[in-house]
């Protein structure tokens, strides 16, 4: 091949990874904007704890958003749903929710905290609080899923195992008459009620900062990628020797 056809085919390798390259940074950088955006709200929000009612969980217009919310209603009798995979305190466990029926709105899952696994992963038993109950606490989406695999969850004795939680799945598979609301209530960490808990909404997830942190290697790769070829381009050939 000449040297002008190694030059394009070069040039278009460096140019397809580039874009590559700069479009993963993009992403990376408008993830950091959007969870710096979840906090700040999420803040504003814990300092006003101006409540909602519990209906406000179904809000098609908020299901990205966070709300203070409060309100009257029963757990439902179905069992625990247990998500996988959950780290607190440098040890691994699973975060329990249960799906409560407020007296208006929809039905709305429950954070109510994290558990911690025995070696032998033997899951908790979550136990149902009985009666009428006052909750309150910070309505939010769920936890990110990440990669979407499979299901995402299973039937475990008399509950589920959640890979991640998908209302949806959890509606059709606790065979719920009405659709369970978008966004998750995180319970307040001052109610005597539930397991070990906070309101941090990224503890199992990647920091805005991190997400800065990988954008600015993938731009950087895309620097590099672009100073190589632009090397190999302008540098002088070698002569052969006599």
């Known amino acids: ?20 390259f700069a479009h993963l940074g993009l992403w990376q950088a408008r993830r950091a904007v959007e969870k710096q955006a979840m906090l700040d709200a999420a803040a504003q929000v814990l300092r006003e704890r101006l409540p909602r009612p519990l209906s406000a969980a179904a809000d098609p217009a908020r299901r990205a958003t ?9 757990f439902d009798e179905r069992g625990a749903l247990l998500l996988d995979n959950q780290q607190r305190h440098g040890r691994a466990g699973v975060r329990a929710y249960r799906i409560f029926l407020p007296r208006q709105g929809a039905p709305l899952l429950v954070d109510l905290g994290w558990l911690p696994l025995t070696g032998d992963r033997r899951l ?12 309150s606490g910070l309505l939010a989406p769920p936890p990110s899923p990440g990669i979407a695999l499979g299901a995402g969850l299973a039937r475990e004795g008399e509950g589920w195992l959640l890979t991640r939680v998908d209302p949806a799945a959890i509606a059709a598979a606790t065979g719920l008459s009405a659709p369970l609301a978008p966004r998750v209530l995180r319970l307040d960490p001052a109610l005597r009620l539930g397991y070990d808990r906070d309101l941090e909404l990224l503890a199992n997830t990647l920091p805005p900062d991190k997400h800065r942190g990988y954008s600015l290697q993938w731009f950087a790769l895309a620097v590099a990628v672009l100073a190589t070829a632009l090397i190999l381009t302008f540098r002088r050939p070698r002569r052969a020797r006599p």
């Open 1 to 20: 091949m000449s040297r002008r056809g190694t030059l394009l085919l070069g040039w278009a390798l460096a140019l397809c990874a580039i874009a590559l």
């Open 66 to 74: 966070v709300d203070w919310a409060a309100g009257l209603g029963r």
């Open 124 to 135: 908790p038993a979550i136990a149902r609080p009985e009666g009428e109950l006052a909750l």
